[in-house]
């Protein structure tokens, strides 16, 4: 007997990225409910199935949703505002004076839902979000239908989202309660940086989060500065600091990491950590590079982000993967380092378990949630197709994407968004964008 299901997706080219990263052929998946139920033959899929809608895909690669395992996603509205500068002086001079003057919910919710536009027409379908009023980042990707893990953010100083320490955290608290068991929406304690968080902040988010067992996303030795200037204020290392502090453990992502020892590298593979390399803002803000080949070797967990539009200056996963494989052989003289199939993985299993969220999404296999991408090889641009693995990593972009599904619901169709107004969120963020620049 056939069984009723939601949708049978039947694409040219699959790939799971666990249990196999290589290319399959003939290989649907049948989702319902939002999950994915099956892979199979088309012959088996007509077999065994009536589904409501089947999505023919015959010049197109099937993959799992891309995960952009760091972003700030309200600052899309300051997009191009601050190019070309130092982190230090872009951060002290530009954008934290502008943010503690125009963010308000109002300005994260048309912020975030401008990046949310972006990144899922790209193939995004999760991303980490570290910023003021997360409650309001929580809400309007709800809405959207699009997947988050959001930042309980903290600083050591007042902003227009808290006064004190102990004000994030329990604010942050409030938004981890309303969204404990929500299907789209997870929680991450984020304290800004070790420069940012003192030692108080840090023991007493350290042990929050091991009761409500909730990863900690960090920026962690983003540059040289940052370095000299922690030594000079605690006498250690960030990251030794944070070591002794005890959050150098299976629970921390430790955004860029772009100054890391031989040893630093090892005691975080042996600590269970994970980095998330932001090769683009590393590159544009001259930070420095992630040794992100090294850590990989070290077996270390490496995902991938955007970091915020501000810094550089696209929420797009298809020039961070060809960034980071291109910036991976530079960095360690060897054109073998990082493959595409290591970065594909990167941007979609590594950075679901960064956020610990690999149970469910990350890999297209029964059970998981059914976030899903299709991409369109089928252009002069991304011909012939040899090998489609290495076509997505060095060839295509954002603009040969023509599907996202997250948990089944098809948000992005034949390249347009189905939910998103795009031109209110377009009216929206030019009326910010004038509120920028009358700084
Ligand atoms: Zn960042």
Same mark, same amino acid.
């Given at each position: 007997?056939?069984?009723?299901? =939601? ?31 099956? &892979? ?5 899929? =007509? ?42 002086? %872009? ?72 006064? @004190? ?16 068991? $929500?299907? &789209? ?37 983003? @540059? ?14 960030? &990251? ?34 994970? !980095?998330? $390399? ?39 996963? %298809? ?22 199939? !290591? ?27 059914? =976030? ?27 603009? $040969? ?8 619901? $098809? ?29």
């Amino acid at each position: 007997v056939s069984k009723r299901i =939601d949708a049978l997706i039947c694409p040219r080219w699959t790939i799971q990225v666990q249990p196999r990263l290589d290319v399959q052929n003939d290989l649907c998946m049948a989702v319902h409910e939002g999950r994915i139920v099956d &892979l199979l033959s088309r012959a088996e899929a =007509d077999a065994r199935y009536t589904p409501d809608a089947v999505h023919e895909r015959s010049e197109h690669v099937l993959l799992p949703g891309l995960v952009n395992a760091h972003t700030h996603a309200a600052m899309t509205l300051m997009r191009g505002f601050a190019d070309d500068i130092p982190l230090k002086q %872009w951060l002290n001079d530009r954008i934290w004076p502008t943010e503690m003057r125009l963010a308000t919910p109002e300005f994260v919710a048309d912020g975030a839902s401008l990046a949310i536009a972006e990144m899922l027409r790209g193939g995004v379908t999760c991303f980490a979000d570290m910023y003021f009023f997360p409650d309001t980042v929580a809400e309007v990707a709800a809405a959207a239908g699009m997947r988050v893990a959001v930042g309980m953010i903290a600083l050591e100083f007042p902003t227009p989202w808290a006064e @004190t320490p102990a004000e994030y955290i329990s604010k942050g608290l409030a938004v981890h309660d309303i969204y404990r068991n $929500h299907p &789209l929406v997870s929680t991450t304690f984020a304290p800004h940086a070790p420069y940012s968080v003192s030692d108080e902040t840090f023991k007493r988010i350290r042990q929050l989060a091991d009761e409500l067992e909730v990863p900690i996303h960090m920026h962690v030795h983003e @540059t040289a500065q940052e370095i000299r200037d922690g030594e000079k204020a605690t006498g250690q290392r960030p &990251l030794a600091r944070l070591d002794t502090l005890g959050f150098v453990n299976p629970a921390l992502t430790a955004v860029h990491a772009t100054q890391l020892t031989d040893e630093e590298i090892e005691r975080l593979a042996q600590s269970g950590a994970s !980095v998330v $390399h932001c090769p683009r803002s590393n590159l544009k803000l001259a930070s420095g590079a992630c040794r992100s080949a090294a850590l990989v070797d070290a077996g270390v967990n490496v995902a991938l982000g955007t970091d915020g539009a501000a810094s550089n200056n696209r929420l797009d996963l %298809w020039s961070e993967m060809d960034t980071a494989a291109l910036l991976a052989k530079f960095v360690a003289g060897d054109a073998e380092a990082l493959p595409a199939p !290591v970065v594909l993985k990167m941007a979609t299993l590594n950075g679901a378990r960064a956020l610990g969220l690999d149970q469910e999404i990350g890999s297209l296999e029964v059970g998981k949630s059914a =976030d899903a991408i299709c991409v369109r090889l089928a252009e002069p641009a991304v011909y012939p197709v040899l090998d489609p693995v290495s076509q997505l990593v060095y060839c295509a972009g954002r603009e $040969h994407v023509t599907d996202t599904w997250v948990a089944g619901e $098809h948000l992005v169709a034949d390249g347009a968004l189905t939910r998103l107004d795009v031109d209110l969120l377009m009216d929206r963020a030019r009326s910010w964008g004038r509120k920028v620049l009358e700084a």
